[in-house]
């Protein structure tokens, strides 16, 4: 029994180091998240433009087409990286980007905006923080994926940019263009 506590911060020490370099060969943009397959959250907020409006899940699920929500803040250095690719990503027809501002002031995230140009059709602000938890966010830039049911097909956490785009979004927003086509 002796020789057993002995050994025991050493068994310890094994079994930690094992846990850790198993998480070195994890990818941390394929988070798990418990929304797939589920419905976009019921929310009132105001956009970050208009302190004065309201919009809810209706205004981004009523359009019956496809949407993506991108999860952003002025204080994300991966933000602001992305966003030029986000501005082209605007004038696509085939779905509609929505913004959800984070963690965040409303001033500094209206001047980005009107800074650097605005890619949404509008951009919820989440004062307390409530509908990104209810995502599951972890931190900015995540985007969700919803598609004309109102079920969200996807979260990717981090910058998007033409290659993200084309290995984890395209695929997935043809295959709902298909369901769309087939009146699924």
Avoid at 9 to 30: D, E, M
Avoid at 83 to 97: E, G, Q, T, V
Wanted: hydrophobic content about 45%; overall charge negative.
């Amino acid at each position: 029994m002796n020789k057993i506590i002995r050994f025991l911060p050493l068994i310890l020490f094994v079994a930690l180091a094992v846990v850790l370099y198993r998480g070195l060969f994890l990818n941390p943009q394929a988070m798990p998240s418990a929304m797939i397959g589920k419905p976009l959250p019921e929310f009132s907020l105001t956009p970050v433009k208009d302190a004065s409006a309201t919009v809810t899940q209706n205004d981004i699920v009523g359009n019956g087409g496809i949407a993506l929500i991108n999860v952003w803040g002025t204080w994300c250095p991966s933000c602001r990286f992305e966003h030029p690719y986000l501005l082209d990503l605007a004038k696509s027809n085939r779905f509609k980007l929505y913004g959800l501002n984070y963690d965040d002031e409303r001033e500094l995230a209206h001047k980005w905006l009107d800074e650097l140009g605005d890619p949404y059709v509008f951009s919820a602000f989440d004062d307390t923080g409530k509908l990104t938890v209810n995502l599951g966010v972890y931190a900015a830039p995540e985007t969700f994926v919803v598609d004309h049911h109102g079920i969200i097909r996807k979260r990717f956490a981090g910058p998007i940019d033409a290659r993200v785009w084309n290995k984890e979004f395209e695929p997935l927003i043809s295959a709902i263009e298909a369901e769309i086509a087939q009146g699924k």
